[in-house]
């Protein structure tokens, strides 16, 4: 079982931009799925965006869409979350989550290995 680290966490005002990295060791990166989520407090963790081991699958959830883009560079072991057009509802821990299939998944069950989180705030 390997390891999961995000960065790239803060605060930024409302129109502002963030991006987001998960650093992947202990693991053959380019054989998973991996995928964005968040937590809000007092709510589910939810998903944000889902990328296939080589990137040809792409998922996102319906209140980022247009908004926030996944990549990955397995090269790298590192995946991203570029996060623009923040609004304040985008205020969650956003976490890095793998899964060992080639297949993209949606929901949290769905995923092995998760990161410790990073907080993102929006300012109003």
């Known amino acids: 079982q390997g390891q999961l680290v995000e960065s790239g966490g803060g605060l930024v005002q409302a129109g502002g931009s963030l991006r987001l990295s998960c650093a992947a060791s202990?693991?053959?990166?380019?054989?998973?799925?991996v995928g964005w989520f968040r937590q809000a407090p007092g709510k589910e963790r939810e998903i944000v965006a889902a990328m296939s081991w080589n990137g040809g699958s792409t998922r996102y959830g319906d209140s980022v869409k247009g908004r926030f883009t996944i990549s990955r560079d397995n090269a790298k072991n590192t995946a991203y979350l570029q996060m623009n057009s923040l609004k304040p509802e985008d205020t969650a821990v956003y976490y890095c989550a793998a899964r060992k299939s080639l297949r993209v998944a949606l929901t949290k069950d769905a995923y092995d290995d998760w990161g410790q989180g990073t907080q993102v705030t929006v300012s109003s």
């Open positions: 202990g693991r053959t990166f380019n054989s998973y799925t």
